[in-house]
């Protein structure tokens, strides 16, 4: 059994897709690992670490992935970088499906079997293979390290003999795991937190890390959660009342920073131009969520926009930010996942009717067999 981990292409991409620790336990398996030459500098790991557990290290990009039977990338490879896999291998990374059904039908065209790691369906024995969750972990404490280092002032009240400083107030929108990481990290600060989510289950998550819990708590409140967790799309008036309520909030903070993600659907606007316009000068936002349209109105892609002395950070891929920690956590997401594939023997054994590879597997023999993104019959309705 050959396992293939792959550098990523993206400039802007900084993670790995398996660290020494998780090549040694493979290793340990029987399985022959083969590394792509420097796939691992950008998160502090050399080629030779990878060698001293157990890997074979390729600086042939075709080489490191001919006749695997598992790639492993952070983000989904072309078709054309699979060239060489063994028919029906494992393609395991972020595939991000929803907009991009092209693309993973070009997958299923190359014979592979392609695993979505972030549709990773919500049950207990699924937590330690889910890598939103421990990306969104790692992004929400960045996030608030960003806010910081743009605010330019300090975060925590500070008693001097020249006066006292107040404490910063950081309102985080969205208490999701990004958005609690990011009420921990803000509190450990010294900050005066608020935070926000429509769903009515994290107000005590949220005041149980000390910050205080801001919304418009009517029936419809009560009601926003889906059976898995989510959030779900609010009505137009329910989103003017709390809007209302965000705006008069917004202009008396510091740091704002907003995490609000509907999974397959743009993100929800939640910060207007004339929210940003109210807040001081000197204040910071950080969108999130900017990778999916953003939250914030303004909010740019890859760059800090300014607005009126008001920085909008528009960071991408904010969990890469801390590459050598998501690095970490990603690849043990992935090893625990190659546990329902590969038998104590050390061959692959797939159990297709498990309910985790029902949500998580997008193609297989050649065709696009998730129901979410398979094309549909004739007559058949989305």
Known sequence: MKIAVVAETDPNEARVAATPETVRKLAGRG??????????????????????????????PAGTVAAADIVLAVRRPS????????????????????????????????????????????????????????????????????????????IPMMMTAAGTIPAARIFVM???????????????????????????????QVESLGAKFVAVEDDEFRQAETSGGYAKEMSDAYKAKQAELVASHIAKQDIVITTALIPGRPAPRLITADMVASM??????????????GNVEGARAGEVAEVNGVKILGYTNVAG?????ASALYARNLLSFLDLLISKEGT?????????????VLTRDGAVIHPAFAPKSVGETA
Not at 89 to 101: K, L, N, R, T
């Open 79 to 154: 078709p054309d970088s699979l060239n060489g896999v063994a028919s029906g291998a494992f393609v395991v990374s972020h595939m991000d499906p929803y907009g991009h059904e092209g693309e993973i039908g070009a997958l299923a065209g190359a014979g592979v079997t392609a695993v979505a790691m972030e549709l990773m369906p919500r049950i207990t024995r699924a937590q330690v293979m889910d890598v939103l969750s421990s990306q969104a972990n790692l992004a929400g404490y960045r996030a608030v390290i960003d806010g910081a280092e743009a605010f330019g002032r300090a």
């Open 174 to 204: 969205g208490a999701g795991v990004a958005g609690l990481q990011a009420i921990a990290t803000a509190r450990r600060l010294g900050a005066i937190v608020t935070a926000t989510d429509v769903r009515p289950a994290v107000k005590e």
């Open 280 to 293: 001081k000068a000197g204040s910071v936002l950080v969108d999130l969520a900017v990778e999916r349209g």
């Open 348 to 360: 692959i054994e797939v159990p297709w009717e498990d309910d985790i590879l029902k949500a998580v």
């Open 31 to 60: 399985a022959t690992v083969v590394v792509s030459a420097g796939a691992g500098t950008a998160s502090g790991i050399s080629d030779a670490d990878y060698q001293a557990a157990g890997a074979d290290v390729s600086a042939d």
């Open 321 to 325: 930010r801390v590459a050598a920690s």
